[in-house]
């Protein structure tokens, strides 16, 4: 255990005298030494990223061949095993899907109709994990709360209602602190209204922005309540049902639903490897997820992620370059319902966390980046902004202290040091589990960005010679 | 003859002079003499217009309850009873429906699916006035172009297949310039398809912004073509395709269409008045049009624009305002496919157009309002423009020379001076004919303003004791 004990008296010594550096006005201004030894390389990976067109084209095969990939799903298996035979293709070393036991939820037929005060075909999607309806459907009148304390506030007329909760996603958050609150209500509208003897649960979709499109996304459903069929209108016909109620119409619809779960399925995280020339047992894990809601076909949620850290490996190695440290690909499978890639990498690869370097996840779509919310240690932040600068040539350069990534949760919470690609999100939550949810929304210029952003930072990450700092 | 003759003679008189202030620098700083002289009245209309609840509320009940109001829809002669009812209520003058004999188009069930190179769903609608499928539709190969050149050189590979144009919507000019040209594939796509050979024609949907969200609108048969069923897909669903091709895949898809034209029914044109109190057989006429496409409820196009001047004009009334002349609300049917009520209108009131000092239309959307388009002489837009100058307030005031809208357009070539509302149409074409054309759509506040705007105008054309210039 010598070899691990210098190796963390040298980083530390390293990581002092680099703090040092880059706290020299001179020092600060060109991002400090580790920046200036890599800057060659890093803006010959950024030109490389800038002229790719294989990422695009391969996000597009894949996602418009094999459309959706719900865990699960034939369609996701065969998109993973795609995805594996290309990336033998690309001669990375370690490829592998590493298997994973999934969820098993199908949708199946789904409607919502209503009856009064007038026919009209809502806009809506059932929720993940959500129980179906009887074969007949479930026809009941409406109640439309825009709160869980306005439920409250009306419990007595929730019996035998199918509850509906327009609360409109906040606008004077930034977006993802408004989907946090806003997720509140696809989460626990069945139990809640359950509760209260409702016989169904409708939401509001949860986006700032909507053309009658319906979002999908988990529930939850708390183990003492009755589990009820539980859906997302869209933001239109959430709207229209509440001003129905405010004029006082009598409002009925019908909602019918198959969806049913079936018993867990065998998948796999995908991974690959660039291994390292020096130092292979320590890694840089990088990628998105492979899996996507039933709907659209998961192109930006989160296919463009996993196939920008691909092609960010793909492009190190395509240019010759020879990191120290090992490289890793990784498409963890099962993020929208269950998580179970995430914990099964963290479980499968417990013995090495301590010698990952880093885990780094991009799952907020491809849009223009900003650079990475860091997810570590004070000294790690400092280290990470400094390479940060080698993206200020594609304005990619801000490191900023925060959460990391979903996938990478439970491999961050064993200390490894998280980065989440940052991005332009102000258009993610209008695509966001939705039918719009495809090629259409990648940007190419802001996909070879993103591209770019993992590339340089997971290169330097394993080339320097110096440990990231942990905590 | 006479007091026309003098009339006129005193108008140019009164024109020239207003000319002159208006030029004059420090008279032009206030708007001139007639801005001067209506600032009071002006003001009084746009603080009651901006404290106004009862247009959004009318808008909403109506949409709501009746829903989109397509030519020959039993939902539009719902909508229209309605309004009549309301304008009885309002205590309006001769408020009345004019007859109109209108096309009968009906779509039908329908739908488009992918069966070659795997299942899906496409977003689709069949394109008004588009002949139906046979009942088992019409399944066949796919070539996808993207201009009339592009057929015309793919010519020999379009006999029996479906053609699809996917031209994207152009963005180097502003919205409405786009649509003009991206419209033609709309309009023209069948018989151009027809001509080669082809079974069927879809068309991207004509949209700078999509979210699946496919659009409808008129097409055009040319008369020794055959016709062949035409629908739009979204934009996504024609870049898949279009990506397809590129691959090399085979593509087939099946479109089901049960459109179908049935004989001309009748409907009506919707007409209210406040009486002028010294000039009633003058008239100031403003409106928008009743009718909408099949999808959504037409909240944007155009039952807002409609309602805008209908709750101007009651304004005018209810703050006590007696202007000289005549205002005449008018609410023109079917504006989407034939024009007919515009046509109607001027053939049933050719008598007075000579008499009519302005013709006013709101249909590009209830957004934040510029001010007006102006369809006349150069002495009429110098007058205009000092009207304008009472909007400056709340940032309306612009009055620049253009075309009038559709339904006044036939009014307009007989001489009388024409205004469109002139708003910010950034998003317009986002809902222009879709299933997402909801309330959702419409802004309090600028429906507000779009209802000051066009009051204030119209107030001050029937008010004035100068007849606004005619070429």
């Known amino acids: 255990m010598s070899h691990p004990e210098r190796a963390a008296i040298r980083n530390r010594l390293l990581t002092a005298a680099l703090l040092l550096l880059g706290a020299l006005p001179l020092r600060a201004q060109d991002g400090g030494a580790i920046a200036r030894r890599y800057k ?7 030109a490389a990223a800038m002229a790719d067109t294989l990422a695009y084209s391969r996000l597009a095969t894949m996602t418009d061949t094999y459309g959706s990939r719900l865990s699960g799903s034939p369609g996701l298996e065969r998109a993973i095993n795609w995805v594996l035979a290309r990336m033998q293709d690309d001669s990375f070393a370690n490829v592998r899907g590493e298997p994973v036991m999934v969820p098993h939820w199908v949708r199946g037929q789904e409607s919502a109709t209503l009856v009064s005060p007038r026919p009209w075909t809502l806009h809506m999607l059932g929720l993940g994990g959500s129980v179906g309806t009887p074969p007949e459907g479930i026809t009941a009148p409406v109640l439309v709360v825009n709160s869980f304390d306005d439920l409250a506030a009306h419990a007595a007329e929730a019996k035998g209602k199918i509850v509906l909760f327009d609360s409109p996603f906040p606008t004077n958050v930034p977006p993802m602190e408004a989907y946090e609150i806003n997720v509140a209500y696809r989460g626990g509208a069945a139990s809640a209204a359950a509760k209260v003897g409702a016989v ?18 988990s529930l939850r459903y708390q183990a003492d309540v009755p589990k009820i069929p539980s859906a997302a209108l869209s933001v239109e016909d959430a709207e229209l049902l509440h001003r129905m109620q405010n004029r006082g119409d009598p409002i009925v619809l019908t909602l019918k639903m198959q969806a049913r779960t079936l018993p867990d399925a ?8 660039l291994r390292g020339s020096e130092r292979p047992d320590e890694v840089v894990v990088l990628g998105g997820h492979i899996d996507s809601w039933d709907v659209g076909e998961g192109a930006m949620d989160d296919a463009g992620g996993a196939f920008a850290a691909w092609e960010a490996v793909r492009l190190i190695k395509a240019l010759g370059l020879k990191p120290r440290r090992t490289l890793r690909v990784a498409m963890w499978v099962n993020e929208e319902n269950g998580g179970r890639g995430g914990r099964a990498y963290r479980d499968q690869h417990l013995a090495e966390l301590p010698k990952t370097i880093a885990a780094m996840e991009s799952d907020n779509g491809v849009f223009r980046p900003y650079g990475f919310r860091f997810q570590g240690s004070a000294a790690g932040l400092a280290v990470a902004k400094q390479i940060g600068t080698l993206l200020d040539p594609i304005g990619a350069g801000l490191v900023e202290a925060g959460d990391g990534e979903a996938d990478v949760g439970a491999t961050i919470r064993e200390g490894v040091p998280g980065f989440a690609l940052s991005v332009n999100d102000s258009t993610y939550f ?15 210029d802001d996909f070879r960005r993103c591209i770019a952003t993992m590339a340089v930072m997971a290169y330097v990450l394993a080339e320097m010679p110096e440990e990231l700092p942990r905590q």
């Open 200 to 217: 169904a649960a409708l939401i509001r979709s949860v986006t700032p922005h909507s053309q009658q499109t319906p979002h999908t996304g």
């Open 40 to 46: 060659s390389a890093a803006d010959r990976i950024i």
């Open 430 to 444: 209008w695509y966001h589990h939705t039918d719009a949810d495809m090629m259409t929304v990648i940007d190419r």
């Open 266 to 273: 065998p998948s796999r995280n995908v991974v690959a490897e």
